[in-house]
T-cell receptor, first 110, second 112 residues
Framework: RKEVEQDPGPFNVPEGATVAFNCTYS??????FFWYRQDCRKEPKLLMS???SGNEDGRFTAQLNRASQYISLLIRDSKLSDSATYLC???????????FGAGTRLAVHP | NAGVTQTPKFQVLKTGQSMTLQCAQD?????MYWYRQDPGMGLRLIYY???????DKGEVPNGYNVSRLNKREFSLRLESAAPSQTSVYFC???????????FGQGTRLTVV
């Protein structure tokens, strides 16, 4: 079983739609969680951290369920510029290693 | 402030050739990583260095060697390239708290 699993997509949605991505992780001792965004042929960049209490940044909401070892990202009012691959990332602890999911591709169309 | 600088951006090698990918960070971070990214596989950790003078294997270290030359630089060497090493390679450096990793622009390597 992979340490971090994501639905690969692609998710094809119209502008203005709400879309949700899910991610599960296998190591129950994992300490911190993130969503990264990767544009085509570019490097990944941090989108947002994920906190136990849930957190929101504009149109983006991240949730963590430690009991189910589940992370989610909700994007509201999708924009064309949101088209990218979204990577679920887990830090299992120790030496700041980051474990990446394979990513979920989002395509927003007019 | 360049962040993480990675060279070269593109490389084509013949099977059996060797090469070194260079990475440097100017953020005074202790940790540095090398990942490879293949379609459908996400980023897989090849080697990491928790601090200057230390290196450890990640998930897919076979066929690679690394050198943490100093705090700034972390190089990845392919001694005898194989077609299975065709991939996009990323160097990354996380903050001390591990809250964010900064990536280089990537190296697209093709082994023929």
């Amino acid at each position: 079983r992979k340490e971090v699993e994501q639905d690969p997509g692609p998710f094809n949605v119209p502008e203005g739609a709400t879309v949700a991505f899910n991610c599960t992780y296998s190591n129950s001792a994992s300490q911190s969680f993130f969503w990264y965004r990767q544009d085509c042929r570019k490097e990944p960049k941090l989108l947002m951290s994920v906190y136990s209490s849930g957190n929101e940044d504009g149109r983006f909401t991240a949730q963590l369920n430690r009991a189910s070892q589940y992370i989610s990202l909700l994007i509201r009012d999708s924009k064309l510029s949101d088209s990218a691959t979204y990577l679920c990332v887990v830090n299992p602890g120790g030496y700041n290693k980051l474990i990446f999911g394979a990513g979920t591709r989002l395509a927003v169309h007019p | 402030n360049a962040g993480v600088t990675q060279t070269p951006k593109f490389q084509v090698l013949k099977t059996g050739q060797s090469m070194t990918l260079q990475c440097a960070q100017d953020m005074n971070h202790n940790s540095m990583y090398w990942y490879r990214q293949d379609p459908g596989m996400g980023l897989r950790l090849i080697y990491y260095s928790a601090s200057e003078g230390t290196t450890d294997k990640g998930e897919v270290p076979n066929g690679y060697n690394v050198s943490r030359l100093n705090k700034r630089e972390f190089s990845l060497r392919l001694e005898s390239a194989a077609p299975s090493q065709t991939s996009v390679y990323f160097c990354a450096s996380p903050t001390g708290a591990g809250t964010e990793a900064f990536f280089g622009q990537g190296t697209r390597l093709t082994v023929v």
